[in-house]
């Protein structure tokens, strides 16, 4: 079946421009994670949703990141104003109940 | 607070001699375990996870770790290596809920030599 896709698969964007990256998770998995994997800080968590909550938000490294999740399936993460350290590969996750988490392809972000 | 340690940041091994790349974590109770692998370009595949009972546990493409509780570690093995097994590999742990982010490891990228 099919696994986690996002989109795009790269995105390169000025300095201070939004972007939206978005996450189609594996149908039926409840649990969404995003991540960032950056090469000074590895890979980092961002923000896990339940359905369409979001229990831990405690990786958000500023109010400039948000996201949200719609129908319990899709979800999009947002960069405010992006700065250059935002460069990375956003990656995210899926897992049924109590599970493992299965990783997309990641979309990497430039910011110039 | 919670961390895992890969003390290996690079590791170089010949195409068929054994293979072990090291994992310590930090964590309040025992955790569920997990060695991911990213090949250049990819995503995180999922080589294997250790959530109860026996303490060996094998994985997908001849992969196996070992828990040792009494050591924090979950070292991962491989008999013989392969040139495809040139990657970089991650070791994560969450809480034993299951529900809840990993935290990964900083990785270690392995190079196959002929």
């Known amino acids: 079946g099919a696994g986690v896709s996002q989109s795009p698969s790269n995105k390169v964007t000025e300095k201070g421009k939004d972007v939206e990256l978005r996450c189609d998770p594996i149908?039926?998995?409840?649990?969404l994670y995003w991540y960032r994997q950056s090469l000074g800080q590895g890979l980092e968590f961002l923000i896990y949703?339940?359905?369409?909550?979001?229990?831990?938000k405690s990786g958000l490294p500023s109010d400039r990141f948000s996201a949200e999740r719609t129908g319990g399936s899709v979800s999009t993460l947002t960069i405010q104003r992006t700065q250059q350290e935002d460069s990375a590969v956003y990656l995210c996750?899926?897992?049924?109940?109590?599970?493992?988490?299965?990783f997309g392809p990641g979309t990497r972000l430039l910011v110039l | 607070a919670q961390s895992v340690t890969q003390p290996d940041i690079h590791i170089t091994v010949s195409e068929g001699a054994s293979l072990e790349l090291r994992c310590n974590y930090s964590y309040g109770a025992t955790p569920y375990l997990f060695w991911y692998v990213q090949s250049p370009g990819q995503g995180l595949q999922l080589l294997l996870k250790?959530?109860?009972?026996?303490?060996l546990v094998q994985g997908i493409k001849g992969f196996e770790a070992e828990f040792k509780m009494s050591q924090s570690s979950f070292n991962l093995r491989k008999p013989s290596v392969h040139w495809s097994d040139a990657a970089e590999y991650f070791c994560a742990v969450a809480h034993p809920s299951g529900n809840t982010p990993l935290v990964f490891g900083k990785g270690t990228r392995l190079s196959v030599i002929a």
């Open positions: 149908s039926g998995h409840t649990a």
């Open positions: 250790y959530f109860s009972g026996d303490t």
């Open positions: 996750a899926s897992s049924p109940l109590g599970q493992f988490q299965y």
């Open positions: 949703f339940q359905g369409n909550s979001a229990p831990d």
